[in-house]
């Protein structure tokens, strides 16, 4: 079994910064990709960041510059430094993984979501 915990999350002003972590333990072959998501009130589940093994990273368009994914392997966790908040940056924030548990096997892995609030 696989747990993604995260932390970090919080109630900032506009053009404020937050730092999220998220951190894989349990049973892991290997990492493949670990990301963020986000779902604001009303609105459908949106991937923010996401990092590969090979440390490639995909930004979505309305966060480029202003937010940056990276990883510490060694000790399987990402983090998203999130910085120039803006109020629509409000949501709940889901860290994802797809691992492999085992060899040739992967699985994607959600954690229980942290809030994310920007006030203007």
């Known amino acids: 079994q696989v747990q993604l915990v995260e932390s970090g999350g919080g109630l900032v002003q506009a053009g404020s910064s937050l730092r999220l972590s998220c951190a894989a333990s349990g049973s892991i072959f290997s990492i493949n990709v670990m990301g963020w998501y986000r779902q604001a009130p009303g609105k459908q589940r949106e991937l923010v960041a996401a990092i590969n093994s090979g440390g490639k990273t995909n930004y979505a368009d309305s966060v480029k510059g202003r937010f940056t994914i990276s990883e510490d392997s060694a000790k399987n966790t990402v983090f998203l430094q999130m910085n120039s908040l803006k109020p629509e940056d409000t949501a709940i924030y889901y860290c994802?993984?797809?691992?492999?548990?085992?060899?040739?096997?992967?699985?994607?892995?959600w954690g229980q979501g942290t809030q994310v609030t920007v006030s203007s």
């Open positions: 994802n993984a797809n691992i492999s548990p085992i060899p040739f096997h992967q699985t994607d892995y």
